[in-house]
């Protein structure tokens, strides 16, 4: 069941809330709602990616437990914010390093969304807890009409 109040108008957010599956396609349609055609693709990459860890990893796929998403559009900054029901994890890895430095030894069979979020996201960061994913994609200015001729 998906859950939905409020539309994100202004300063206020709307919230999306979902029991943990990895059938996201209605829920990212959702979110990519009022989202510029051109960004799209690669937000719903990132979005995608977010959504999946907090179900799968957060949640281990428990249907009884929810992935909470509130999101706004802010001062030309699209926010998401993640929630998940989980223990929560520790990310061990800088923030302030190179998008390479997210990835996986190859072997890896988990790890590569990290790098994905800090390539396609502008701000990525988690709760102490590690149980909220807070996601900023910044738009560029929009061009100001001249009034003049």
């Given amino acids: 069941m998906i859950t939905i109040s409020l ?3 202004g300063r206020n957010w709307g919230t999306i809330s979902f029991a943990s599956t990895l059938y996201l396609c209605p829920i990212l349609d959702l979110l990519l709602t009022d ?5 799209q693709g690669e937000l719903r990459l990132g979005l995608q990616e977010a959504l999946v860890n907090a179900a799968k990893h957060g949640n281990n796929l428990d249907p009884s437990k929810k992935v909470i998403v509130r999101f706004s559009l802010i001062d030309n900054q ?3 914010i993640i929630s998940d ?12 390093t190179d998008n390479t430095e997210y990835l996986p030894p190859d072997e890896a069979e988990n790890g590569r969304g990290m790098s ?3 390539q ?3 701000q990525v960061e988690w709760n102490k807890k590690g149980t909220e994913l807070r996601l900023c994609k910044q738009l560029q200015n929009r061009a100001r009409l001249s009034l003049k001729k």
């Fill in 120 to 122: 396609i996201f502008d």
């Fill in 78 to 80: 699209y926010w998401w």
């Fill in 7 to 9: 539309r994100p108008v």
């Fill in 85 to 96: 029901q989980g223990c929560g994890f520790n990310p061990t890895f800088i923030y302030e």
């Fill in 35 to 39: 989202i510029p055609l051109k960004l």
């Fill in 116 to 118: 994905i979020l800090h």
